[in-house]
């Protein structure tokens, strides 16, 4: 670590006011804000004062105080700090000051030169954007992934053997040129391309394609439950796979163009610190943020993007980014999205209590989102009765019927723990429930919890969970890994008898070789939620989403992300 960086994590621990210049302070301090040695603290301040950052005035004997005189206000040193750190490309070190304690009003300054610096940056030779991120990445691995941005990305350094085309719905050849199955979709061949490589230069075949698939039923991950089907996979050849299922499944295909089906490379160990794919850009990560580099030797288009930097700015920092593709000028484009999937509040049916109908249905009752959206000023969010905001109507809810049913119910005033992720308008959410329940007399306390801990098995602590499930564009897998994703609370909180009787709708879904059959299937299962209350439908969000009007093919792709791939950068 330089000096200089030494200086603001001092500054900021030590900090009284902005203007303070004078600090009294001992050299166990000192050694316990920059985990180092007395002897290595005396090193480091003469270092500062030399650079001229401050003056040091060590105290006489040991545990006495010292004093540091410095020079400058710490606002107009921030400043200079990050211009310089800018200015050379030093993204970690910028982004290291934010992830100090230092107080949002001296932050503020410095907002414009982050907010500069973010967003698009074209030269003669290379096509930039800067993207700013408020948390790091969770789980990186294609076999355990389930939160939408970390899809997102490895999608972009990942591919399949087939890909679901968004625009007409259909299966289309990628990694895989061709395909073909029996009569009874029981035996699966894929005929591979040649000349594909991965990222370190290897050139991918038949072995890669197994390793792969045997790797994601072993690792028992959030994405396995797709690999329950296959019986057995044989290499025919170095570019032909066969694949024998023990059932029939006409979902299968739509199951290899998923992200949990990426081909990984057979000849390395594999590391979320360094993920190899054969995608369209390569990945590296950083300190705090990760770059994707366009690869040149792509199998297909070379992305028009040369490079993507996602910034992982601290949520502490208070700083004003609220744009997944960032906009540093007056002008910009804005595009509305209102996917499919919803905000939901899951009851843990594995707890005794909440397996009491009367109970869920006072809170089916008494949770009426059009109430919530309109008292929290939700203009642009409607209620939910459906994954599906076409098929969402507006509910009918009363809190005398819901005093009615927790009447009926075996509740006696126990503490429910409701857990909420810690993003503004979750707490918010929860909070409201909170206030709402307490009208009836329903006791919850709210338990907030950080994206890092979604995979946690402490979170079955729960009594009751709101989360949201947000769908990819082949709604058919989308729709069965919200109940068969072993990361979903959906599953991961239904138990007893209304999983069997869901299991049993579900396997007749994956079954049903037409479309128009699963679609009726939807319904069914659907209503058989609504009637049993064994999770809320809750509402829909609309997202908006700006970027500067120079970026071209901005569409919300997956999740509602833009697809990298495609996006570009008009010269100006």
Not at 45 to 55: A, R, V, Y
Not at 468 to 492: P, T, W, Y
Not at 538 to 554: D, I, M, R, T
Request: with cysteine; proline share 3%; net charge negative.
């Amino acid at each position: 670590m330089k000096a200089i960086d030494h200086y603001v994590a001092l500054r900021a621990a030590l900090l009284q006011e902005e203007e303070e210049r004078r600090v009294q302070v001992t050299l166990s301090q000192m050694a316990d804000v920059l985990c180092c040695t007395r002897k290595n603290v005396k090193v480091i301040l003469q270092k500062l004062q030399t650079e001229g950052w401050l003056q040091y005035e060590p105290g006489r004997g040991r545990g006495h105080t010292s004093e540091l005189l410095y020079t400058r206000p710490f606002s107009d040193d921030l400043h200079t700090i990050v211009a310089g750190y800018l200015e050379e490309g030093k993204v970690d070190a910028c982004l290291r000051v934010l992830h100090q304690p230092i107080p949002p009003h001296i932050l503020e300054p410095i907002a414009k030169q982050l907010q500069d610096y973010v967003g698009l940056k074209q030269t003669q030779e290379l096509d930039i954007l800067r993207i700013p991120f408020r948390r790091a990445l969770s789980v990186l691995d294609p076999a355990h992934v389930y939160i939408t941005m970390e899809s997102h990305l490895l999608r972009q350094v990942f591919d399949t053997l087939v890909c679901f085309d968004e625009n007409n719905g259909t299966i289309q050849p990628h990694l895989a040129h061709a395909w073909e199955y029996d009569n009874e979709h029981f035996i699966w061949t894929f005929y591979l391309r040649k000349g594909v490589t991965f990222h370190h230069g290897k050139v991918l075949t038949a072995e890669d394609v197994v390793y792969s698939f045997q790797r994601l039923q072993a690792s028992k991950g959030s994405n396995a439950w797709m690999m329950e089907e296959v019986k057995e996979m044989h290499i025919i050849h170095p570019y032909c796979v066969k694949i024998v299922l023990k059932r029939d499944s006409s979902l299968f295909l739509h199951y290899v163009s998923t992200v949990g089906f990426s081909i990984l490379p057979s000849d390395v160990r594999f590391t979320e610190e360094k993920l190899v794919g054969t995608g369209a850009f390569m990945y590296q990560k950083h300190e705090t943020h990760v770059t994707l580099t366009a690869y040149n030797t792509y199998f297909k288009e070379r992305a028009l993007l040369d490079r993507i930097d996602i910034l992982f700015v601290p949520q502490q920092s208070k700083l004003q980014f609220t744009y997944e593709l960032p906009v540093s000028t007056e002008e910009k484009e804005e595009i509305t999205d209102m996917s499919n999937g919803c905000r939901y509040v899951a009851f843990n049916l594995h707890k005794p209590l909440l397996q009491d109908r009367f109970l869920r249905a006072a809170l089916y009752e008494a949770l009426d989102a059009s109430v919530m959206l309109e008292e929290l000023e939700r203009t642009e969010a409607k209620p939910a009765s459906s994954f599906f905001p076409s098929k969402s109507i507006r509910e009918d809810k009363s809190l005398e019927r819901a005093r009615r049913c927790l009447a009926q119910s075996a509740y006696k005033g126990e503490e429910l723990r409701l857990y909420a992720l810690s993003f503004s308008d979750s707490l918010a959410d929860a909070i409201w429930i909170q206030k709402r329940c307490a009208m009836l007399g329903i006791s919850l306390t709210v338990v907030p919890f950080s994206i890092s801990e979604y995979y946690e098995d402490k979170l079955h602590e729960a009594d009751i969970l709101t989360m949201g499930e947000e769908f990819d564009a082949d709604i058919h897998v989308s729709f069965m890994s919200a109940f068969q994703n072993k990361s979903s609370f959906l599953h991961r909180f239904i138990g007893g008898e209304w999983k069997e009787e869901l299991d049993v709708q579900l396997q007749m879904f994956a079954r049903a070789a037409q479309e128009r059959e699963r679609l009726r299937l939807m319904d069914e299962i659907e209503e058989y939620i609504r009637r049993t209350h064994v999770f809320l439908f809750f509402y829909h969000a609309l997202k908006k989403k700006s970027y500067s009007p120079l970026l071209q093919e901005v569409t919300p792709r997956r999740f509602g992300w833009a697809d990298f791939r495609r996006v570009w950068i008009k010269p100006t």
